[in-house]
Nanobody, 130 residues
Framework: QVQLVESGGGLAQAGDSLRLACAAS????????VAWFRQSPGKERELVAA?????????????FYPDSVKGRFTVSRDNARNTLYLQMNSLKPEDSAVYYC??????????????????WGQGTQVTVSS
């Protein structure tokens, strides 16, 4: 089992930056594929960043970002602290959502698919005003 706890959300103005953190505990040593998703009212949960501990090869990258956040968001991972980060720069009002970190089961090394993520945090709210 893996437990995930997000922090770092809050209020921001357009153009500001925020950094989210996701602290993992439990059986984290075998955790390879992790990701950040977000969900706003009335919308489906969507991927904002995927990261693989064994990525950066010809088979799949270390990180993936959809076009909506590419160049503005950066995912990083501190394995010593069992913490996943999401640095969000140049925030826009449309970035407002509840942000969730997620981890896939050990057999999955990389994924951009929501259904392949088994473990989820409780979410942290990000609100960006114009």
């Amino acid at each position: 089992q893996v437990q995930l706890v997000e922090s770092g959300g809050g209020l921001a103005q357009a153009g500001d930056s925020l950094r989210l953190a996701c602290a993992a505990s439990g059986r984290t040593d075998s955790m390879k594929a992790v990701a950040w998703f977000r969900q706003s009212p009335g919308k489906e949960r969507e991927l904002v960043a995927a990261h693989s501990k064994v990525g950066n090869s010809k088979y799949f990258p270390e990180a993936f970002y959809p076009d909506s956040v590419k160049g503005r968001f950066t995912v990083s991972r501190d394995n010593a602290r069992n913490t996943l980060y999401l640095q969000m720069n140049s925030l826009k009002p449309e970035d407002s959502a509840v942000y969730y970190c997620a981890a896939a089961r050990p057999a999955i090394t990389y994924s951009t698919l929501l259904q392949e993520y088994t473990y989820w945090g409780q979410g942290t709210q990000v609100t960006v005003s114009s």
